[in-house]
Nanobody, 119 residues
Framework: QVQLVESGGGLVQAGGSLRLSCASS????????MGWYRQAPGKQRERVAT???????NYADSVKGRFTISRDNTKKTLYLQMNGLKPEDTAVYYC?????????????WGQGTQVTVSS
């Protein structure tokens, strides 16, 4: 069982930056896709950004040009650099990892980290 632990959230003013980290207790090269999702109060969880094992990235339209996802297999860590933050980016941000281990699909979530952007 792999555990994912997010960090780096906090309170920031609009226009500011934060970098989220997701540290894995095990190797991350086994994951085909890793990603960041977020959930604002009263809303469904939504995809923010994903990155494949090969490094292909994909972003939600709402964060394109402002957020950058990256992964460091050596450090077993996933990152989300968030620039130009807006109040509507306020949410709990979750790390996700998808892969296959043996004959089993694996799908892990972190516990989340709060990001609050003040206007």
């Amino acid at each position: 069982q792999v555990q994912l632990v997010e960090s780096g959230g906090g309170l920031v003013q609009a226009g500011g930056s934060l970098r989220l980290s997701c540290a894995s207790s095990g190797p991350i090269f086994i994951f085909n896709v890793m990603g960041w999702y977020r959930q604002a109060p009263g809303k469904q969880r939504e995809r923010v950004a994903t990155i494949t094992r090969g490094g292909t990235t994909n972003y939600a339209d709402s964060v394109k040009g402002r957020f950058t996802i990256s992964r460091d297999n050596t450090k077993k860590t996933l990152y989300l650099q968030m620039n130009g933050l807006k109040p509507e980016d306020t949410a709990v941000y979750y790390c996700n990892a998808l892969g296959v281990l043996g004959n089993n699909d694996i799908n892990y979530w972190g516990q989340g980290t709060q990001v609050t952007v003040s206007s």
